[in-house]
Each structure stands twice: as structure tokens, then as C-alpha cells.
């Protein structure tokens, strides 16, 4: 048997029994166990740990955990410089690109509206999920915890809210995102980006029956998707997505 002390710090305990939280957990096992699988034991993904000391060194997931270790279990610092002691990813999360859990829509449409590049699919499973994270070094989101805790994710968080105004200021704000947003640059529809669509060139007059009579009476000033050719105008749907791009920047 191994017995051993550990603890975890901040919001890691947001995934720990009542019990167990912000304090130091006196743990038996038996057998050898890497500290990666040490701490998913207690139901903590190890994407959203970024700093683990042992006995006072920082180590690595792949560390064997020895009988009489002392635990030290952080998650991740996006403001806090740790470049002096060995952080568990080659870089921060700060490369905002993402791929969503099929549950997230809402989510996707809510991050691609603030301008980040979100994958999401309706129909794809938990593998893929990881496939497609690991392969393009996306940001994994999920509600799911067991799949957070995939060997094959190293990018990931698991979002915490069930609303999905709270989910996207949540990402913002564990992320530091606020300062990268570009609110309405992506299609909410297919990820791609916008441009402005010059009204008085070539590509308007094959597009203009695509769009409204009574729209074309008063709006001059149109953008279209790179991707999937969808015409967009300030109308009164731009207002409310408006607004509730306001609030979420607000914070509200």
C-alpha cells in the first residue's frame, strides 16, 4: 500500500466531493500510479491542472507517485508567471481556437458571434471530439467530464455553467479573452469570417435577389460570408445580437 497527501487548489475543487475540498487529503492505494491517474481518481481532468509539485519539485503527469509523496495539485495560471518551474503544456491556453461538445451548441454560436473560431458538429462522438483537439491544438469544451479526461486532450476545460450567456463569459474570463474578441467577423452558421460587400460592385448585383425587397429600400451597407455566402445587414436581428453582445462584454 501507498499513502500519500495531496491537495488541490482553487477552483480544482469545484470537481472534489464537499469533504474533500481546500484541504489536505491523507490517500491509500495499492499498485504503482502515475500522478495523472492519481488525480482523475479523484474526479479532477487533467486538462485543467497545470502545476503539480511533489514534495516541493514540480513534475510531469507521467511521475510515479511514491509512498510518503506530499501533493500539491494547481490548475491552470493564465495571469500568474510559472515560466521558472515546469508547466504541464508547452504553452497557455492562449491560442483561442476551439472545438465544442455536440451539447454546446448554443455555446458555439455564442463564441463564433464574439469572433473566435469554433468547431462544432451536431453528430460527432466523444473520439472524434479528442481526434480533432489534439490534431489541430484546439481548445477542448465540454460538460463532460470523462471526456475531459481523454490521454489524447491536452488542451481543454470543462465548462462549469448551464446557461449559455454565463458559459461564454465564463470562457472569456478563465481564458483572459476579452481583449481578442471581435464581435460579428465570424458566421455564426459555418465558422467562416465576413467581409463587407461593396454595393456597388459586380459580386452585389448577382447576390442583390437573395435579399429582401424591403431590406434593399433602405440598407446600403451589406457582408457576406467567405464560407458559406450568407448575407448579412444591421437589421433588427443585428440589434438584439447587439445587445446581448454588450452584456456578455459588460459582464452582465
Not at 476545460?157 to 458559459?167: E, M
Amino acid at each position: 500500500m501507498y499513502r500519500v497527501a495531496i491537495r488541490f487548489y482553487e477552483e480544482l475543487n469545484d470537481f472534489l466531493r464537499p469533504s474533500h475540498r481546500k484541504r489536505e487529503l491523507d490517500f491509500e492505494f495499492g499498485g504503482r500510479r502515475s500522478v495523472k491517474d492519481l488525480i482523475e481518481s479523484f474526479g479532477v481532468p487533467h486538462v485543467e491542472v497545470d502545476l503539480i509539485l511533489v514534495n516541493g519539485r514540480s513534475v510531469d503527469f507521467s511521475y510515479i507517485v511514491a509512498d510518503g509523496d506530499r501533493l500539491s495539485v494547481y490548475p491552470v495560471f493564465e495571469s500568474l508567471d510559472i515560466g521558472s518551474v515546469t508547466r504541464l503544456r508547452p504553452s497557455p491556453l492562449r491560442d483561442p481556437r476551439f472545438v465544442l461538445d455536440v451539447h454546446l451548441q448554443k455555446l458555439a454560436r455564442r463564441l463564433r458571434l464574439m469572433g473566435f473560431d469554433v468547431d462544432y458538429l451536431p453528430d460527432r462522438d466523444d473520439a472524434a471530439l479528442a481526434e480533432t483537439a489534439d490534431r489541430e491544438g484546439r481548445i477542448l469544451l465540454s460538460r463532460d467530464r470523462q471526456l475531459m479526461m481523454r490521454k489524447r486532450v491536452a488542451r481543454g476545460l470543462y465548462v462549469r455553467n448551464t446557461d449559455p450567456d454565463r458559459q461564454v463569459a465564463e470562457i472569456l474570463d478563465r481564458l483572459q479573452l476579452r481583449g481578442l474578441c471581435r464581435p460579428f467577423t465570424r458566421c455564426i452558421e459555418c465558422n467562416q469570417t465576413i467581409e463587407e460587400l461593396d454595393a456597388a460592385g459586380p459580386d452585389f448585383a448577382a447576390l442583390e435577389k437573395t435579399i429582401p425587397p424591403g431590406v434593399r429600400s433602405w440598407c446600403r451597407e451589406y457582408y457576406r460570408c467567405l464560407g458559406c455566402g450568407r448575407i448579412y445587414w444591421k437589421g433588427s436581428h443585428y440589434e438584439k445580437l447587439k445587445k446581448r453582445v454588450e452584456m456578455i462584454l459588460d459582464g452582465r
